[in-house]
């Protein structure tokens, strides 16, 4: 096989690669506008999971019960624990509002907080909300009007609130809400039947989405419904939801409503998540995603329940706890929560991808670097080198082999000239040459091949983790998850002019193409003029393809194309000084007398 051939093969293909991910992300369909009509009360389309009689006495999450909205205000519960800030609405039972006081929306130090959830109604509407079905079609249950009874509070970390309410019937129902330090909630659903008779309910938990988010729009990034059941991760995107379902029927199939002793179920963004899972080992629940049409405007939910309606007998006391996550997507946390509340596979809600074996260990390895160093940057610097080293042996003999090759490219030449009309022939002889001279002509690609998943990893690492939102290196790069902002076509800020996205060429795309030239002219040159024609284009082709990528993984390819050259060249020394050239042939010519 052609050492040329193969590497321009791959070279083209990881091209085709980033071409298509490029391409993917500029025509990703367009979100479609937040919707700022009043959205219905979320009771009012939200079916629970499992099958039940609808009361419209109850309220129940199928029914629309209240004909217009109370004159008196909500009494609200003041949320905050030093992560979160936001507001706990006493009517309704519902989480209305949520800041992430830790995390801002671009990385202007006066930029505004990250707010995940909102108001229902507003024109970004996200919310949770707990509540019970009247599964016996007679007990009176809270919906979304009821005002309970709140006793502590404010809501924080150290300090749980507890909201009850008397349906005049016998029953008391009650919901003690609680906050760690972080972003889990933890809700005690209860109920007391102090009738002469038993009822039968259902207490549920949902997430209600009043629109379709904007997008990051990546290929290789998941952005929807996200669940794990018993195991088994589920990801459904939003294009797929609105395929799959209209109205408020459920999709069929496992992968949208589900019996699960383990697992959770919630909707994920690139850097934020919200999930329902249950709270109490051995307590099954039963999940659903719906996607729900009302006119032009695409809502979104998650419900979770148990399986079955609960029967309180008369005196007895019938409760169901949940929890949800609602913030960031930070790695360790999750590990945390998967770990210590025993959340199955929790922390595949960051989409590490098919790498996740090898995305997941990069990431903590430049963590851990970054805490050792401060910046982010430095630590991807470090852990390229780091990495370079480890696999110096490979390279090492890679390299020797093109090396090889080169002081060989005479005798190729020549043998390629004597039989350049005998393909076979031209063929057996070059394979000769490989053996008598202990070169393999496919060695040279292994650098490449090593460095494929390394790049996939690193994009990945890049892309999704929060960690690395807003993550600052040097000078003019500000954000290590961003493409380098500065461009050659307005001379790099000179001019007050701002070009057309196809000509984008930062500062460090022009570096990153500097060194795959320079680590090129080290390789032997292809005989082949196509080849070589191919391979001369390749730096400034590459240039223009990662113009547009984060600027933390050009910065890693031009970092790792500069220890490739001082590898080459000290390898390639060694070698020359191991075949010294042979003395030209011939000598003096004497004259003809």
Request: net charge positive; proline share 8%.
């Amino acid at each position: 096989m052609d050492q040329k051939r193969l590497i321009a093969a791959i070279a083209i293909s990881i091209g085709i690669l980033l071409t298509f991910e490029v391409w993917n992300k500029a025509h990703n369909p367009a979100p479609p506008p937040a919707v700022t009509t009043e959205a219905p009360a979320a009771g009012s389309t939200a079916a629970v999971p499992a099958p039940v009689t609808p009361s419209r006495p109850g309220g129940t999450p199928g029914t629309d019960v209240s004909a217009a909205a109370p004159a008196t205000p909500a009494q609200i519960i003041t949320v905050n624990n030093g992560r979160v800030e936001g507001r706990l609405s006493a009517r309704g039972l519902t989480l209305e509002h949520l800041t992430l006081t830790d995390y801002r929306e671009t990385i202007q130090p006066n930029s505004p907080l990250v707010t995940l959830l909102a108001p229902r109604g507003s024109p970004d509407g996200y919310f949770a909300q707990w509540g019970w079905t009247a599964a016996d079609g007679r007990t009176r249950v809270p919906d979304n009007d009821t005002d309970w009874t709140v006793t502590g509070g404010p809501l924080s970390a150290t300090t749980p609130v507890t909201l009850s309410w008397d349906n005049g019937q016998g029953q008391v129902f009650e919901a003690v809400v609680s906050l760690d330090t972080d972003y889990m909630f933890h809700v005690d659903q209860r109920v007391r039947n102090n009738a002469a008779e038993a009822i039968t309910v259902l207490p549920w938990g949902r997430i209600r989405r009043e629109h379709t988010p904007p997008l990051a729009g990546f290929y290789i990034l998941h952005e929807g419904f996200i669940a794990v059941q018993d195991g088994r991760l589920v990801e459904i995107t939003y294009a797929d939801g609105k395929k799959a379902q209209t109205g408020e029927r459920r999709a069929q199939g496992s992968a949208w409503d589900n019996d699960a002793t383990q697992g959770w179920a919630g909707l994920s963004d690139k850097y934020w998540l919200t999930a329902l899972t249950r709270a109490d080992d051995g307590v099954a629940l039963r999940s659903a995603f719906r996607h729900i049409v009302d006119g032009t405007a695409d809502r979104w939910q998650v419900d979770v329940a148990p399986p079955a309606a609960v029967t309180v007998a008369p005196g007895a006391t019938a409760n169901l706890a949940t929890r949800l996550f609602a913030g960031a997507k930070e790695v360790r946390l999750l590990d945390r929560y998967r770990d210590n509340l025993h959340i199955q596979n929790f922390d595949k809600a960051i989409d590490f991808g098919w790498f996740y074996f090898i995305t997941k260990p990069f990431f903590y390895a430049i963590d851990w670097l970054f805490h050792f160093t401060g910046n982010f940057g430095i630590a991807i610097l470090l852990f390229t080198l780091a990495l370079k080293i480890a696999f110096f042996p490979l390279a090492n003999k890679a390299y020797k082999s093109m090396s090889r090759m080169r002081v060989l490219a005479p005798k190729m030449t020549e043998v390629r000239e004597r039989y350049k009309d005998e393909p076979q022939k031209m063929q057996a002889e070059m394979m000769a040459l490989y053996k008598s001279e202990k070169v393999n002509p496919a060695s040279g690609c292994l650098p490449i091949l090593l460095q494929i998943p390394v790049f996939f990893a690193l994009y990945k690492v890049l892309l999704v983790t929060i960690e690395m939102r807003h993550a600052p290196f040097f000078g003019w790069i500000r954000d290590l998850s961003a493409p380098d902002p500065t461009n050659l076509f307005n001379l790099f800020g000179l001019f007050a002019f701002t070009p057309p996205t196809f000509l984008h060429l930062p500062a460090w795309a022009l570096i990153m193409g500097i060194t795959m030239f320079m680590q090129q002219r080290l390789n032997p040159q292809p005989p082949d003029p196509i080849q070589a024609k191919v391979f001369a284009w390749m730096p400034v082709i590459f240039t223009f393809m990662l113009a547009s990528f984060p600027a933390g993984l050009v910065i890693y390819w031009s970092w790792n194309n500069l220890l490739s050259v001082a590898q080459q060249w000290y390898i390639m020394r060694g070698v020359a000084k191991a075949n010294p050239k042979p003395p030209a042939q011939g000598g003096a010519v004497t004259a003809k007398k």
